[in-house]
C-alpha cells in the first residue's frame, strides 16, 4: 500500500495540534464522516490534525465489549480515511504481532498507557521509523516516562510524542496533574493532553452516564493548556450516547469546534 498521506513532526512540533476520533472503529461511513468533520474545523482554525481510531480495544473492562472491527478490517477502514480525506492517522497496538502491519497504514503508532513499561513492545514500535505516541500510563509518575522515552531513543527513532490521560487517584477516581506538562516537557518532545481519557471514572462500564464526567472536558482542556500542553487528544463522536465505546466520557462533535477557538486561544497566550 502506497500513500502520500504523512505526518510531518517536525513541522508540526511548534505547533497546537489535535489528535481526535471516535474512540474505536465502529464503521468505515462513521469513520469518514468524523474525519471531515474534523478536518474541516481544524482547517478553518489551522490547526494540524491527526485522524484517531482503534481498530481494537484489547483492554476492555468486561468481555461482552466491543472491542472493535479487528486488525485487518480495522487498518483497511483507516487507509480508506487517509486516501479520502487526506488527513495522517493514528491508532494504537497491543502486541509485537500487529506492528508491521499497522505501520504499513498509520502515520502514527500509538502505545497504550496500560503497555507502556512493555519494552519488547516499545522497541518494534520505535524500529519502525514511525512517530511514537507514548500514552503515560494512570500508575506511572511523569519522570518515570523518561525510561519509556529511551527506549524509543535506544532504537535511533527521536520522533517521540508523550501523552498525558491522568492518574489514578485511589480506586475509581482519575486526576491530572497539571505538574506534569512543565516535568516532561523539559525531556524535549511534545506532550498532548488527552482530556477525555482523564474525564474517565474507572469501574464503571463506557455506556453507563456515571462513567464520566464530560461536562468537565472544556474547562480541563483549557487548564491543560494554560499548563502547557502543545495540543489535545480528543475522543468524538456525533451521537455519544450511541458510541461503542467511551460513551460517557467522549465530546460531542459538535462541540469540538467551540472548544479548540478557546483552547487555541490559551494556547497563543502561554506561548507569547
Not at 513532526?9 to 495540534?17: D, E, Q, V
Not at 487507509?79 to 497491543?94: F, I, N
Not at 514511525?130 to 532504537?155: G, H
Not at 505538574?179 to 516537557?185: D, E, G, L, Y
Amino acid at each position: 500500500m502506497k500513500n502520500n498521506t504523512a505526518y510531518d513532526y517536525k513541522k508540526n512540533r511548534g505547533s497546537f495540534t489535535l489528535i481526535s476520533g471516535p474512540c474505536v472503529i465502529e464503521s468505515e461511513g462513521l469513520c469518514l464522516e468524523i474525519a471531515r468533520e474534523i478536518k474541516k474545523i481544524a482547517g478553518e482554525l489551522e490547526i494540524p490534525f491527526v485522524f484517531k481510531a482503534s481498530y481494537d480495544k484489547a483492554n476492555r473492562t468486561a468481555v461482552e465489549n466491543y472491542r472493535g472491527p479487528g486488525l485487518k478490517a480495522g487498518l483497511k477502514i483507516l487507509e480508506k480515511v487517509k486516501e479520502k480525506t487526506g488527513v495522517p492517522v493514528l491508532t494504537d497496538v497491543h502486541s509485537c504481532e500487529e506492528v508491521e502491519a499497522a505501520s504499513k497504514v498509520v502515520d502514527i503508532i500509538q502505545i497504550p498507557a496500560y503497555l507502556c513499561q512493555q519494552t519488547s513492545l516499545t522497541i518494534k514500535v520505535a524500529e519502525t521509523g514511525k512517530t511514537v505516541n507514548i500514552k503515560k500510563a494512570q500508575f506511572l509518575s511523569p519522570w518515570d516516562i523518561k525510561k519509556v522515552i529511551n527506549k524509543v531513543k535506544s532504537t535511533g527513532n527521536e520522533k517521540i510524542i508523550i501523552t498525558e490521560r491522568g492518574s489514578v487517584f485511589g480506586y475509581s477516581t482519575l486526576i491530572t496533574d497539571m505538574r506534569a506538562f512543565t516535568i516532561m516537557k523539559a525531556y524535549g518532545y511534545p506532550v498532548i493532553f488527552d482530556v477525555t481519557h482523564a474525564v474517565r471514572i474507572p469501574g464503571f462500564t463506557s455506556a453507563d452516564a456515571r462513567g464520566g464526567t464530560p461536562e468537565m472536558i472544556l474547562p480541563m482542556a483549557l487548564a491543560g493548556v494554560g499548563a502547557g500542553s502543545d495540543g489535545l487528544f480528543i475522543e468524538t463522536h456525533p451521537n455519544c450516547k450511541e458510541a461503542l465505546c467511551d460513551a460517557s466520557s467522549m465530546l460531542q462533535l459538535d462541540r469540538l469546534k467551540e472548544l479548540l477557538i478557546k483552547a487555541k486561544k490559551v494556547y497563543e497566550i502561554v506561548r507569547n
